[in-house]
Each structure stands twice: as structure tokens, then as C-alpha cells.
């Protein structure tokens, strides 16, 4: 059974960086992409990015300029940082793994999935 | 504003039957993408509820069903329980965006 488990800093002051990571327990760390999604108070998901083992990333474009995912193999680990945060970023961020990967689906084409294991979640406050 | 739309929220007593809509476009639901549902008990994480429009996962009962027809999908749920009461949010593919990463705003569903 596949568990994720996530910590980082709880309270950050504006401008300061977001710094979060996740520990994949159980199973597999390299068949996979794994993301980062975050959830503002009373509010929707939000996708933030996603990497795989070997460090490909890709980020949410209104995102992208603040965030790194980063991975580290030999501890089963990936993490994420936003720097410049501001109130806005105030959220519970939520690590997660893709599964069901199609690699071409619908008319298009594109890498589909859907997040079938989840983190408990930690909530970033930013306040000065 | 969400690239896929749903509505804030729908009700019904225990017993009943609802329906949770997920409103796409060509870019997305309407170009075959395959569309999943989330279902978010208070103060948790989200579970995966419904993959590939209409499967579910392991333990997740067969009162929950999953449709998808043109730009739109649906989660159904039936014989209604107070334990249902959640948020649910729909997920999907857009080609426009090139990313799996496209939610719905969420629907917050009350059992009365």
C-alpha cells in the first residue's frame, strides 16, 4: 500500500520561499510522475507541477516562474519550493502520484492520468 | 475560472439520487479526453471516486457512477447517504493547456 507523506515549514512571512516534500513509502518511486496540487481556503485544486525520477518537470504556467520540483532517488523523495510568496499563496498543498497513465489519448494526443494516491496535506500560511 | 465548469453546489435528501455535471470543451472533455471525479470529506485530502468516466477504484461502492457525452460529464450518485456529504471535483485533460492538471471549481454536495 502506497503512502505519502509530506512536512515542511507551516508559516511563512511575503517574499519568503514555500519549501515542501514528499516521501513515497510502499511502492514504486520510479514508474511514475508525481504532483504537487494546492488548495486555497474554501476553494478549489489547483495544480502547481509534477516531476518524474529521472527530474522531468512540468509546471502549471501561472506558476511557473516561482516553482521548483526537484526528486531525489535514493531517498524516494520529491519536493517543492515557491519563492516570492505572497498571501495568495496560503493553501493546503497536497503531494500525489499519477497512475493510469495513457500516453496518447482523445483526439490530441497527451500524457493522461488521474491522481490516485494522495498526501494528508500541509497547510502553508503566509502572514507577516 | 475553471477551464472545466461544475455547479457550486446540489442537494438532496438521503435516499435520492444526484447528479454532479462537469461542463468542458473541444479543447478537453469534447476531444475524448478521459474525465475522473475527486470526492473531498471535510478537513481531508481528496480520493479518487470514478477514472476513466465510468470505473471505479477498489472499496468505493457501486451507489457512485460516472457518464460522459459530448462536452460534459457526470458523477451520479444514489440511495444517498449523509456520509456523501463532500465536495467532489472533476479532472480531465486540455489540449489547449497540454496538461492533465485541469480541475473543475468543485461542487459541494449537502445531504439534507
Known amino acids: 500500500q502506497v503512502q505519502l507523506q509530506q512536512w515542511g515549514a507551516g508559516l511563512l512571512k511575503p517574499s519568503e520561499t514555500l519549501s515542501l516534500t514528499c516521501a513515497v513509502y510502499?511502492?514504486?518511486?520510479?514508474?511514475?510522475?508525481w504532483s504537487w496540487i494546492r488548495q486555497p481556503p474554501g476553494k478549489g485544486l489547483e495544480w502547481i507541477g509534477e516531476i518524474n525520477h529521472s527530474g522531468s518537470t512540468n509546471y502549471s504556467p501561472s506558476l511557473k516562474s516561482r516553482v521548483t520540483i526537484s526528486v531525489d532517488t535514493s531517498k524516494n523523495q520529491f519536493s517543492l519550493k515557491l519563492s516570492s510568496v505572497t498571501a495568495a499563496d496560503t493553501a493546503v498543498y497536497y503531494c500525489?502520484?499519477?497512475?493510469?497513465?495513457?500516453?496518447?489519448?482523445?483526439?490530441?494526443?497527451?500524457?493522461?492520468?488521474?491522481?490516485?494516491?494522495w498526501g494528508k496535506g500541509a497547510t502553508v500560511t503566509v502572514s507577516s | 475560472q475553471s477551464v472545466l465548469t461544475q455547479p457550486p453546489s446540489v442537494s438532496g435528501a438521503p435516499g435520492q439520487r444526484v447528479t454532479i455535471s462537469c461542463t468542458g470543451s473541444s479543447s478537453n472533455i469534447g476531444a475524448d479526453y478521459d474525465v475522473h471525479w475527486y470526492q473531498q470529506l471535510p478537513g481531508t485530502a481528496p480520493k479518487l471516486l470514478i477514472y476513466?468516466?465510468?470505473n471505479r477504484p477498489s472499496g468505493v461502492p457501486d451507489r457512485f457512477s460516472g457518464s460522459k457525452s459530448g462536452t460534459s460529464a457526470s458523477l451520479a450518485i444514489t440511495g444517498l447517504q449523509a456520509e456523501d456529504e463532500a465536495d467532489y471535483y472533476c479532472q480531465s485533460y486540455d489540449s489547449s493547456l497540454s496538461t492533465s492538471g485541469v480541475f473543475g471549481g468543485g461542487t459541494k454536495l449537502t445531504v439534507l
Open positions: 510502499g511502492g514504486s518511486f520510479s514508474g511514475y510522475y
Open positions: 500525489a502520484r499519477e497512475g493510469g497513465v495513457v500516453y496518447w489519448s482523445g483526439y490530441y494526443g497527451g500524457r493522461t492520468y488521474y491522481m490516485d494516491v
Open positions: 476513466r468516466n465510468n
